[in-house]
């Protein structure tokens, strides 16, 4: 009868909370975060791998926006294929942080350190943002300001985007509460790059929303297609949303009966811990860049070629700033810089806003140059790109034969002075050994 009374107690306490709003999965206004030790692509040396570690995990021990998870740098075993996201994010769920930072070291010489800083969610899984840093000549407490700094840049505010997808019996949107958007919510449309109309969300759902119209440019009709760009920023992360937001759950009332039984089951005893939920490996997307083999040679012209598997919105790409697509290059060293600077043609799409070209008049033979594209490049159907940073060592011109300044040929040799060719012997007979000869 004890245990019977106990249970029925805690149904009632179970249908108490079942009846209150539940919070928002890492609703906490400082989210917690898990640091996975540095990836040594440079192969620098193990001292500074671990000096990285332990300023990155200060940084985030030391502010007074994150909190810190699992003591320190945690280590991962990366996968077959060397990506190291799959345990990250499994030994961040096991340190019960809401997000990782992951690292990784480019280039270390000289005093100067290239590195990648990488922040994803954990559950549910989601990409935050993803960019190269330089540090120069610093360690200790001036490392760990710096790797502070770099924290604030990878949780910056975004720019809130959508595009309207239907324009049957109302107008729609792409802009749902799993996106962090909320009714109310301002945004300017936009068409070729110019803003038509502003548009406020009117009502709104999980997936998407209505959209009320405004101060239309005219002859303006909404179509499928228009972009929405924010007047608000939004954070770094959409919120984690659940997919009924009513104040009256059944699973709380699943809860309570699953913990009855619990309670009946242990006589009131603590039961086992309840199983980390499993992560899933990759952010949500589709949207890819891939490289191309570049053309020419160093000290003269090299074109860098990209194909994008959906069309391009590039209303979301400035080339002037390094926000979208930005350069770095080893020998010499140039920090994060708009490729707008590598000189030579403006960067340029083809038709099908799918192949990107950037052209570069300023490297050097054997300079590394690595490419960074980010989160902010969104697809025509409104997808953000999924981050990445193809690297290119520039190959030198050949001068064949002492000849400096010869023309280079598309394949990156150079063609050498050219002489005549020889004239082919005409044909001959026996009584004429000289070809035959003309009329007379």
């Known amino acids: 009868m004890f245990w019977r009374l106990t249970a029925v107690a805690l149904v009632l306490t179970v249908l108490s909370a079942a009846s209150a709003p539940w919070p928002a999965l890492g ?28 300023a990155l995990y200060q940084a985030v021990a030391t502010s007074s926006d994150f909190t810190a998870a699992g003591g320190g740098p945690l280590k991962v075993t990366p996968a077959i294929n060397g990506d190291p996201l799959t345990a990250a994010l499994n030994a961040g769920a096991k340190a019960h942080a809401e997000e990782v930072v992951l690292g990784d070291i480019i280039k270390a010489d000289s005093g100067s350190i290239v590195y990648r800083l990488t922040a994803y969610r954990i559950d ?21 300001s710096a790797l502070a700094a770099n924290l604030q840049t990878i949780h910056a505010p975004r720019t809130a985007v959508g595009t309207i997808f239907s324009v049957t019996n109302g107008v729609f949107s792409d802009l749902g509460e799993s996106g962090g958007f909320q009714v109310g919510q301002r945004f300017n449309v936009m068409r070729n790059g110019s803003k038509v109309a502003e548009a406020r969300i009117a009502s709104i759902n999980l997936t998407q929303s209505t959209l009320n119209l405004s101060n239309e440019a005219a002859g303006y009709a909404p179509a499928v297609g228009d972009r929405l760009i924010g007047v608000d920023a939004q954070p770094a992360v959409a919120p984690a949303t659940r997919a009924n937001p009513s104040t009256f759950s059944l699973w709380a009332i699943v809860a309570a009966a699953g913990l009855t039984l619990l309670a009946i089951g242990h006589h009131g005893q603590p039961g086992q811990p309840l199983p980390i939920p499993s992560v899933s490996s990759s952010p949500i997307g589709g949207f890819t860049v891939s490289a191309l083999s570049p053309t020419g040679a160093a000290p003269g012209p090299v074109t860098f070629t990209f194909q994008f598997s959906q069309p391009v919105d ?17 020998n010499p060293i140039t920090p994060t810089s708009p490729v707008t600077n590598l000189g030579g043609a403006p960067p340029s799409f083809d038709p099908t806003f799918t192949t990107l070209t950037i052209n570069a008049n300023s490297l050097t033979p054997g300079e590394t140059i690595t490419f960074n594209f980010t989160s902010s490049i969104l697809s025509t159907l409104g997808v953000a790109l999924t981050p990445s940073s193809p690297s290119f060592t520039v190959s030198a011109a050949r001068h064949p034969l002492g000849v400096p300044g010869a023309p280079v040929q598309p394949n990156g040799g150079v063609l050498g002075p050219q002489q005549p060719a020889p004239k082919a012997p005409g044909p001959q007979t026996p009584h004429e050994p000289h070809g035959p000869k003309g009329p007379k």
């Open 27 to 54: 609703g906490a206004s400082r989210p917690t975060i898990a640091v996975i030790q540095f990836s040594n692509d440079a192969g620098a040396p193990q001292s500074t791998v671990d000096s990285m570690s332990q």
């Open 124 to 144: 549910p899984v989601a990409f935050i943002r993803s960019q190269v840093f330089t540090l120069n000549n610093a360690g200790g407490n001036a490392m760990a």
């Open 314 to 330: 590039s209303t979301t790409i400035n080339f002037t700033n390094t926000t979208a697509v930005n350069y770095s290059t080893t």
